[in-house]
């Protein structure tokens, strides 16, 4: 079973609406981020959370939200979904502080706003 | 933060040694030199990382110049399964301080 799930892996959704992209992992870790790709882009950081009390804004935050719900999962949200939010998301994990920061990745969720 | 360059893209052949450059002239005394790789479809997947000695592991081995301004990646013999996009990221390394990606170097191996 893969350490680091997400939820869908693909959604198709129209202007307006809420989505909820859920990630999960069973790697024990502590650490959890969200990320984005478009195309022929590299990944650029939405929120990033430390533990479960900590969440913390990434470069692009604007228009998303997250939730922290137990250590092991890490939900994002988009309030109200525009069609240049379509993008690959992906979901990664670390340890925490005296352990080399490792990220492992999901397999990314591609979301389609029309 | 400190920025990385890399090429946009290079070709090897299959089974030829390939040699990913990035350049880090920003780069402080607590910043370590990462790379990771994305597949095809994938996430992407940690490599290996180094602070000033070279580094050997299973995947590859990362030359690191003296002054520490550049990099190197090292494929010792790249497969079709190496075509990927390579990122070299600079991070301290357990800190409380996310990977920045950029935009990476697309790696194609010819059959």
């Known amino acids: 079973d893969a350490d680091v799930t997400q939820t869908p892996r693909n959604r198709i959704t129209k202007t307006g609406k809420r989505i909820m992209l859920e990630c999960s992992q069973t790697k024990g870790h502590d650490r959890m981020y969200w990320y984005r790709q478009d195309p022929g882009l590299g990944l650029r950081l939405i929120y990033y959370?430390?533990?479960?009390?900590?969440?913390n804004k990434g470069e692009i935050s604007d228009g998303y939200s997250v939730s922290r719900q137990a250590q092991a999962k890490f939900s994002l949200s988009l309030e109200s979904a525009i069609p240049n939010q379509t993008a690959l998301y992906f979901c990664a994990t670390s340890h925490g502080p005296g352990s080399y920061n490792e990220q492992f990745f999901g397999p990314g969720t591609r979301l389609t706003v029309l | 933060d400190a920025k990385t360059t890399q090429p946009n893209s290079m070709e090897s052949n299959e089974e030829e040694p390939v040699h990913l450059p990035c350049n880090h002239s920003?780069?402080?005394?607590?910043?370590?030199i990462h790379w990771y790789r994305q597949l095809p479809s994938q996430g992407p997947e940690y490599v290996i990382h180094g602070l000033t000695s070279n580094v050997n592991n299973r995947m590859a081995s990362l030359a690191i110049a003296e002054d520490r301004k550049s990099s190197t990646l090292i494929l010792h013999r790249a497969t079709l399964r190496d075509a990927a996009v390579y990122y070299c990221i600079l991070t301290i390394l357990s800190g409380n301080t996310p990977l920045v990606f950029g935009k990476g170097t697309r790696l194609s191996v010819i059959a």
């Open positions: 920003t780069i402080s005394g607590t910043d370590y």
């Open positions: 959370s430390f533990d479960v009390k900590d969440i």
